[in-house]
């Protein structure tokens, strides 16, 4: 167990539907960033967020907005869907300069 | 934007071979970390490496920081059908804002 919790772990939506993924960071991490993996493919690196604010922004679509509340959890909303954002997000948390941990990741299904 | 090259793309195996694989950059790192992703899960860190040269072993796997600062690589030894996964490189670059670099990853497979 990583310590990072992710919700929903399974979700299938239709398009053009909004969703919001939500992560939960491991006890006293201040950094958490999103990835998407689509099938068979490496992680897209898409935001990443420290202490509440926006640190880097990677491929992430005008769609795709984030935020990191005070209480440090973040949320991933997807909007507008379409088939081809069928993928896992991962989300994984870190402390000040030292490895990520990740969660288990939300699988999404568009159809 | 940066890029990590990693290498081999793919890898077919016997159990029992050691495996290597390997990460390059032209940019400079100042840690290098490396993840095993099984199917459907979440990438599960191996190896942390913060120091030029460092060499670090966790059981039968052991990586090395690359003097340079722009290199690392994995060695797997005697490999057993549960390392069958996808391995992930990530650095960090110097002076960055905690940003990771992702290789693509090396997909090990084991020959029947």
């Known amino acids: 167990d990583s310590g990072v919790t992710q919700t929903p772990k399974h979700l299938i939506t239709a398009t053009g539907q909004r969703v919001t993924l939500r992560c939960s960071p491991r006890?006293?991490?201040?950094?958490v960033y999103w990835y998407q993996q689509s099938l068979d493919q490496g992680l897209q690196f898409l935001i990443q967020y420290y202490n509440g604010e926006e640190r880097a922004k990677g491929n992430i679509l005008e769609r795709f907005s984030a935020q990191q509340f005070p209480d440090l959890h973040s949320e991933l909303n997807l909007s507008s869907l379409e088939l081809g954002d069928s993928a896992l997000y991962f989300c994984?948390?870190?402390?000040?300069?030292?490895?990520?941990?990740f969660g288990q990741g939300t699988r999404l299904t568009v159809v | 934007g940066q890029q990590l090259n990693q290498s081999p793309q793919s890898m077919f195996i016997q159990e029992g071979e050691d495996v290597s694989m390997n990460c390059t950059s032209s940019s400079i790192f100042n840690t290098w970390l490396w993840y095993k992703q099984d199917p459907g899960e979440g990438p599960v860190l191996l190896i942390a490496l913060y120091k030029a040269g460092e060499l670090t072993s966790n059981g039968r796997l052991t990586a090395q920081f690359g003097i340079t600062r722009k290199d690392s690589f994995l060695n797997i030894s005697a490999s057993i059908p549960s390392d069958v996964g996808i391995y992930f490189c990530?650095?960090?670059?110097?002076?960055?804002?905690?940003?990771?670099?992702w290789g693509a990853g090396t997909k090990l497979i084991i020959k029947p």
């Open positions: 006890s006293g991490d201040l950094s």
């Open positions: 990530a650095g960090q670059l110097l002076d960055s804002n905690y940003q990771l670099i």
């Open positions: 994984a948390s870190s402390a000040i300069n030292t490895e990520a941990f």
